[in-house]
């Protein structure tokens, strides 16, 4: 019996639940990057990188090309970083709902409503 399509969306985005995970894929926007560049740029133990970047390329939404001694990591294609910065748009109208709501909250404590 096939997965549900919500089903399949709802792992995807479970598979995204991590910091690292999301750490590696915006910085992989910029390009392909080598595991020591990841590691300089994210403050985690190399096994733990290398776990969540398994974890990536199991899924598809990275590839890992070797070059001599160095793996190099990339996003398997656009739409994960069309995905990175619609997120980014999403939280951006979120928080400044938010930082709307505690204005208009601290304007009612003040008394300047």
């Known amino acids: 019996m096939p997965v549900p399509l919500y089903v399949a969306k709802a792992e995807f985005f479970k598979m995204l639940g991590h ?3 999301i750490r590696v894929l915006e910085l992989l926007q910029d390009g392909p990057k080598a595991v020591r560049d990841l590691l300089a740029e994210i ?3 190399a ?3 290398s776990q969540q970047l398994a974890v990536l390329r199991r ?3 990275v590839t890992a ?3 001599g001694a160095t793996v190099v990591y990339a996003l ?3 739409d994960v970083a069309d995905l990175m910065r619609a997120a980014r748009r999403i939280l951006t109208e979120m928080l400044a709902g938010q ?3 505690l204005d208009e909250l601290r304007d009612a ?3 300047t409503r």
């Open 76 to 78: 398997a294609g656009g």
């Open 109 to 111: 404590e003040t008394g």
């Open 99 to 101: 930082n709307q709501l």
């Open 47 to 49: 096994p733990s990188l």
């Open 19 to 21: 910091p690292v995970r």
């Open 65 to 67: 090309n070797r070059e």
């Open 59 to 61: 899924s598809g939404i």
């Open 43 to 45: 403050d985690v133990e």
